[in-house]
């Protein structure tokens, strides 16, 4: 069981949008600690999307938002693309463990 | 380009040991946080710990499930990070990756990954 909840898997059509949550607690998001999004394509390649909340890293485009408030953050995706299939993981801090926590991770599949 | 590659994995014995080595290049090594984060099959990214570069006294921490059986080094004359892994547990059995911190100084977040390395804990 993750310290961060995020859903199993969304989908979308291209073109289309779709967006994932992350469900945290007063002891990390809720505590003020930084979310980070990262998609995930295991064995290949794994890449920071969004850090300290709501910054994109040079490179990577607009198409990728998020946002945090209270106990909670979530990604938005825009204008699906077949490349955008992957995994995507919350993290932050927790404050309680003393450690850096994941959410669960959820599965991208564009239609 | 900065690069990340992660090499020892292997077939391991519950309650032997194993050493994971990260070696790096594209960027000066000493300067950065070196964090190792694992995936056991069919489960979600676990962060397992990290070592502050030696500006930062070169300190660790760890995840609670690891903390006492794992050790991070880091060789800043051959750029490598090694993850030591004691007393093996098959719930250790992952695929565990090196990821370098975003800026100098910070521990998290993880801008740049390697591939990973695939560890299995079986008799």
């Known amino acids: 069981q993750s310290v961060l909840t995020q859903p199993p898997s969304v989908s979308g059509a291209p073109g289309q949008g779709v967006t994932i949550s992350c469900t945290g607690s007063?002891?990390?998001?809720?505590?003020?600690?930084?979310v980070q999004w990262y998609q995930h394509l295991p064995g290949t390649a794994t890449k920071l999307l969004i850090y300290a909340n709501t910054n994109r890293p040079s490179g990577v485009p607009d198409r990728f938002s998020a946002s945090s408030s209270g106990t909670s953050a979530s990604l938005a995706i825009t204008g699906l693309q077949a490349e955008d299939e992957a995994d995507y993981y919350c993290q932050s801090y927790d404050g309680s463990l003393s450690a850096l926590v994941f959410g669960g991770g959820t599965k991208l599949t564009v239609l | 380009e900065v690069q990340l590659v992660e090499s020892g994995g292997g077939l391991v014995q519950p309650g032997r040991s194993l050493r994971l080595s990260c070696t790096v290049s594209g960027f000066t090594f000493g300067d950065y946080a070196i964090n190792w984060v694992r995936q056991a099959p069919g489960k979600g990214l676990e962060w397992v710990g990290f070592?502050?570069?030696?500006?930062?006294?070169?300190?660790?921490d760890y995840a609670p499930s690891v903390r006492g059986r794992f050790t991070i080094s880091r060789d800043d004359s051959k750029s490598i990070a090694y993850l030591q892994m004691n007393s093996l547990k098959t719930e250790d059995t992952a695929v565990y990756y090196c990821?370098?911190?975003?800026?100098?100084?910070?521990?998290?977040?993880?801008?740049?990954w390697g591939q990973g390395t695939l560890v299995t804990v079986s008799s």
């Open positions: 070592i502050r570069s030696e500006a930062y006294d070169g300190t660790t």
């Open positions: 007063s002891s990390n998001i809720g505590a003020g600690f930084h």
């Open positions: 990821a370098r911190a975003r800026l100098v100084g910070d521990t998290s977040p993880f801008a740049y």
